[in-house]
Nanobody
Framework: QVQLVESGGGLVQPGGSLRLSCAASGFIFSNAYMSWVRQAPGKGLEWVSDITNRGRSIWYADSVKGRFTISRDNAKNTLYLQMDSLKPEDTALYYC????????????WGQGTQVTVSS
C-alpha cells in the first residue's frame, strides 16, 4: 500500500522540542524527494522543508531556519523533522509529502500529525 504515516506530534511548551517521523511504504523511498508542510488553524498550507533523495540538499522556510532539522533514513524508509525552540506560532497540523516532478508539487500526502505549542 502506497502511504505516508506521520507520528510524534503532541503538546509542548514554548521553547521545547519534538521529533516528527514519517514512515513511507509502497514506493521506492530512496528515490523520492520529500517535504514537510504544515497548516495552522484557520490558515493555508505552509511549506516547511525539503530534502533530496539522498539528503545531500536541504531547504528550509525562513520561519523555521535554525530551529528545525529535516533528515531521512533510507534504510528505514523514514523521514524526520526535529523541531527545537518551538514557538506558539509553530502550532499546526504537520504533513509529510512526497515531492512531484518539481519542488512545490506533491504526489502523496500523509494524514498529518498535530503539534501544539502552548504553556
Amino acid at each position: 500500500q502506497v502511504q505516508l504515516v506521520e507520528s510524534g506530534g503532541g503538546l509542548v511548551q514554548p521553547g521545547g522540542s519534538l521529533r516528527l517521523s514519517c514512515a513511507a511504504s509502497g514506493f521506492i523511498f530512496s528515490n523520492a524527494y520529500m517535504s514537510w508542510v504544515r497548516q495552522a488553524p484557520g490558515k493555508g498550507l505552509e511549506w516547511v522543508s525539503d530534502i533530496t533523495n539522498r539528503g545531500r540538499s536541504i531547504w528550509y522556510a525562513d520561519s523555521v531556519k535554525g530551529r528545525f532539522t529535516i533528515s531521512r533514513d533510507n534504510a528505514k524508509n523514514t523521514l524526520y523533522l526535529q523541531m527545537d525552540s518551538l514557538k506558539p506560532e509553530d502550532t499546526a497540523l504537520y504533513y509529510c509529502a512526497r515531492v512531484g516532478d518539481y519542488r512545490g508539487t506533491y504526489l502523496l500526502w500523509g494524514q498529518g500529525t498535530q503539534v501544539t505549542v502552548s504553556s
